[in-house]
């Protein structure tokens, strides 16, 4: 079963960029589609993103999109959440997220989606 770590969250000010990693140990993530999902204090975690097995098509929340962009990273079993535009309301934990469902799917459910990482924790101050 693929393992996920999340890495490279951390404090930035408003409008300031960040740079999320997920590497995966025990699966090659190119086999997956890989999803961000976002959780900040007191509400429901929510998507982020998501990009498909051959990384061509990609999904984005509406709140991000024009501001972040996920990439694969094959070779070193990584995907990538460049964050720019930062904002005070994308202070949340972070959590990559790996889903065996066909391409064809609209991967944006939390369902779909059955490996997590633990999640790093972004925090932007305005």
């Known amino acids: 079963q693929v393992q996920l770590v999340e890495s490279g969250g951390g404090w930035v000010q408003d409008g300031g960029s960040l740079r999320l990693s997920c590497t995966a140990s025990?699966?090659?993530?190119?086999?997956?589609?890989m999803g961000w999902f976002r959780q900040a204090p007191g509400k429901e975690r929510e998507f982020v993103g998501a990009?498909?097995?051959?990384?061509?098509?990609?999904y984005y929340a509406d709140s991000v999109k024009g501001r972040f962009t996920i990439s694969r990273e094959n070779a070193k079993n990584t995907v990538v959440l460049q964050m720019n535009s930062l904002k005070p309301e994308d202070t949340a934990i972070y959590f990559c997220?790996?889903?065996?469902?066909?391409?064809?799917?609209?991967?944006?459910?939390?369902?779909?989606?059955?490996?997590w990482g633990q999640g790093t924790q972004v925090t932007v101050s305005s």
């Open positions: 997220a790996a889903s065996n469902v066909p391409d064809a799917v609209q991967p944006i459910s939390i369902a779909f989606y059955k490996n």
């Open positions: 025990g699966g090659t993530l190119s086999n997956y589609i």
């Open positions: 990009i498909i097995r051959n990384g061509v098509l990609k």
